[in-house]
Antibody
Framework: VQLVESGGGLVQPGGSLRLSCAAS????????MSWVRQAPGKVLEWVAH????????YYVDFVTGRFTISRDNAENSVYLEMNSLRVEDTAVYYC?????????WGRGTLVTVSS | EMVLTQSPATLSMSPGERATLSCRAS??????LAWYQHTPGQAPRLLIY???TRATGLPTRFSGSGSGTEFTLTISSLQSEDFALYYC?????????FGQGTKVDIK
């Protein structure tokens, strides 16, 4: 099983980024998928998760209305569209398999929001 | 929001020693608790779920116990590869929350 995140980088406050997670070694369409982040010096935070076919999506309060999780099972990929980014969104963003105990994680991609 | 408090923040140990890490929840999470190992720059690794069930392939030196609000991760004999960060996570309530971590370093 491998999860590889990409798409992070430096963006100004108010800007947008789209993170991608490429999955391999398992059948993506059989699993819930999640995004988890860790800001510098802070605790890990559960951001969003999506069910197997993309019909159910859940977000934590601090990203609701700004972030959108999606997936393309045919492309073995999961995405996190991030809009209206804030300085406090600066973090390493991890893609993780499952929605409760996360069985597999990627190495993360760094998002820096700064002017 | 559910708060998880891990102790100690740092555990300085020698290889071969027994390590005991604690995680306390601000309210009961039943057995909906997981433990992860994280080495910076690497992907976090699931160790324990359901408070006491080992993840596939996990060495038997790792064990989890507890229920309700008090949980323990025990490493019976530390190996060099075990010096890392350890996080607990509850998934009883949305959103799932993590503890602040315990760093196990070499004395």
């Amino acid at each position: 099983v491998q999860l590889v995140e990409s798409g992070g980088g430096l963006v100004q406050p108010g800007g947008s980024l789209r993170l991608s997670c490429a999955a391999s070694g398992f059948t993506l369409s059989n699993n819930w998928m999640s995004w988890v982040r860790q800001a510098p010096g802070k605790v890990l935070e559960w951001v969003a998760h999506i069910n197997e076919d993309g019909s159910e999506k859940y977000y934590v309060d601090f990203v609701t209305g700004r972030f959108t999780i999606s997936r393309d099972n045919a492309e073995n990929s999961v995405y996190l569209e991030m809009n209206s980014l804030r300085v406090e969104d600066t973090a390493v963003y991890y893609c993780a398999r499952d929605k409760q105990a996360f069985g597999y994680w990627g190495r993360g991609t760094l998002v820096t929001v700064s002017s | 929001e559910m708060v998880l408090t891990q102790s100690p923040a740092t555990l300085s140990m020698s290889p071969g020693e027994r390590a005991t890490l604690s995680c306390r929840a601000s309210q009961s999470v039943g057995s909906s608790l997981a433990w992860y190992q994280h080495t910076p720059g690497q992907a976090p690794r699931l160790l324990i779920y359901g408070a006491s069930t080992r993840a596939t392939g996990l060495p038997t030196r790792f064990s989890g116990s507890g229920s309700g609000t008090e949980f323990t991760l025990t490493i019976s004999s530390l190996q060099s590869e075990d010096f890392a960060l350890y996080y607990c996570q509850q998934y009883a309530n949305w959103p799932g929350t993590f503890g602040q971590g315990t760093k196990v370093d070499i004395k």
